[in-house]
Structure formats: structure tokens, C-alpha cells
């Protein structure tokens, strides 16, 4: 049993302080954002292959960026055969422009196709976009899902129960509400943790030292045993990656 960082972009922390999370044992599905950092986590798995799960993807906040958006996301195509899952990718009406939303979908659509092709676990950014993600997911039936720092509407969270999509809990339940709210709401079977790191979030350095604590306030919460918790986070990261069967 080990603590899991089922959302972080571990190709953005500095080599020391990946050694650190590896030598405290913490198991980390590592994300990337473009080409680029997709290829730097597929190296880092392969360096810790232990302690890493790889996926590759196309960040919603990277669209705009890329000057041959297609090009892109076809080389980062190519990788997930050497993948575990995909991701980042989804889409954002928060903090990018709604302009870009075409080809938010655009591209979101050609990954979900890849991970229902590949049968592997989908990594998804959600913000302010917490309908249109759903609709996708449900249209092209979708099943391996981590709804990443899920924050939306709590109206939805039935039809995420009822897919049997997992989310993730931040770190920042700690000082974020609506964290707890949703903690509140989801079911043991579909919580998994993680930190997003490395971002600061109100004053708050988000990596995987976090998740113990996150942990602890998730036993507050569901009033069950912090071993319990740990354990069902666990089995969840199992099962989403198939590994339970091993
Ligand atoms: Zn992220």
C-alpha cells in the first residue's frame, strides 16, 4: 500500500526533488502538457519505473501556444503507445480564452478517441468546462477516467457516480471549501488523491509531501480510519490501471 499523486507534473519539479519523492516511496501518475514534456515523462518513468505512471497529452492552456497546433498533437499521438494514460488534456472556460474552444475540443476529442482505442486511463482538466467534459466523455464512451481537482457544479456529480469516473482530491482541501464539499459528496471507490504540483495555489506549494495530510482530512471527513483511507486510494489506483488482476 503506498501514497499515490494520481495528478502531477513531475517533469516540472527540479531532479532533486523527483529523487525525494521517489525515495519516500510515493507513486506518481505524471502528466505532461505539450510534446515536449511528454517526452521528458515518458524519460522520467522509464528512469523510475516503479514509482511512475507516464501520460502523454496536450494541456487546454498550451492550444494556443502551438504554432502547428495538428503537427502537435499528432507527435503526441504517436507517443501514447509508449504511454500509461493521457493526459492532461480536456478543456478549460476559466482561465484561457473562450476563443480557443474549437480547438480545445478538437484536440480533446482525438485524445479520448486514443485512450477508448488504447483502453488506457484518461487524466482530465475540467475548469469551467464541467458540462462539455461530461458530454464528450458520454459521447464517446469513455470508461477509464480521473476527473482531475474536480471542482464543478455539485449537480453533476451523480452522472460522474453514476460512470464511475474517478477524481482526484487536491492538496488544497486544506484551505479549499468546495474541495471538501465534493470529498463529502463522492464515494470511497472513486477518490484518489493528488497535489498538481508543482503550482502554488493561494500561498499554498502544491507536491506530493502533501498528500499524507490530504489523507488525514479526507479520514476526518468520512470518519474512517487514515489506513482505510489510504488503502481505498490504493485500490483505486489499481483498478484504474487494470494492475489489481496482476
Ligand atoms: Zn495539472
Known amino acids: 500500500m503506498r501514497i499515490i499523486d494520481a495528478h502531477v507534473h513531475l517533469s516540472d519539479f527540479k531532479k532533486e526533488e523527483i529523487e525525494d519523492f521517489i525515495h519516500e516511496g510515493y507513486i506518481l501518475v505524471a502528466v505532461a502538457e505539450d510534446y515536449e514534456s511528454s517526452l521528458r515523462t515518458l524519460e522520467l518513468r522509464d ?8 501520460c502523454v497529452g496536450i494541456h487546454p492552456w498550451k492550444i494556443k501556444e502551438q504554432a502547428n497546433l495538428e503537427g502537435e498533437a499528432e507527435k503526441v499521438l504517436d507517443l501514447v503507445r509508449d504511454a500509461d494514460c493521457i493526459g492532461e488534456v480536456g478543456l478549460d472556460k476559466k482561465f484561457v480564452p473562450e476563443n480557443t474552444l474549437q480547438d480545445q475540443l478538437r484536440i480533446f476529442n482525438q485524445f479520448v478517441d486514443a485512450a477508448t482505442k488504447s483502453g488506457k ?27 482531475h481537482w474536480w471542482t464543478g457544479p455539485i449537480n453533476l456529480l451523480k452522472e460522474i457516480i453514476q460512470s464511475g469516473y ?36 493561494r500561498g499554498l506549494y502544491l507536491n506530493p509531501k ?37
Open 121 to 147: 486511463p484518461l487524466n482530465i482538466h475540467s475548469a469551467g468546462a464541467w458540462g462539455e467534459v461530461l458530454d464528450v466523455l458520454r459521447e464517446k464512451k469513455a470508461e477509464r477516467v480521473v476527473l
Open 47 to 54: 528512469l523510475f519505473p516503479e514509482n511512475i505512471k507516464a
Open 166 to 201: 474517478y477524481v482526484t482530491i487536491n492538496a488544497s482541501i486544506k484551505i479549499q471549501e468546495k474541495s471538501r464539499k465534493i470529498a463529502e459528496q463522492l464515494p470511497l471507490n472513486l477518490i484518489l488523491t493528488e497535489s498538481d504540483g508543482p503550482y502554488n495555489y
Open 210 to 246: 502533501l498528500v499524507p495530510e490530504t489523507l488525514q482530512i479526507l479520514s476526518q471527513i468520512k470518519n474512517v480510519p487514515v489506513q482505510d483511507i489510504k488503502n481505498k486510494v490504493w485500490q483505486n489506483f489499481l483498478n484504474l490501471f487494470n494492475a489489481n488482476k496482476a
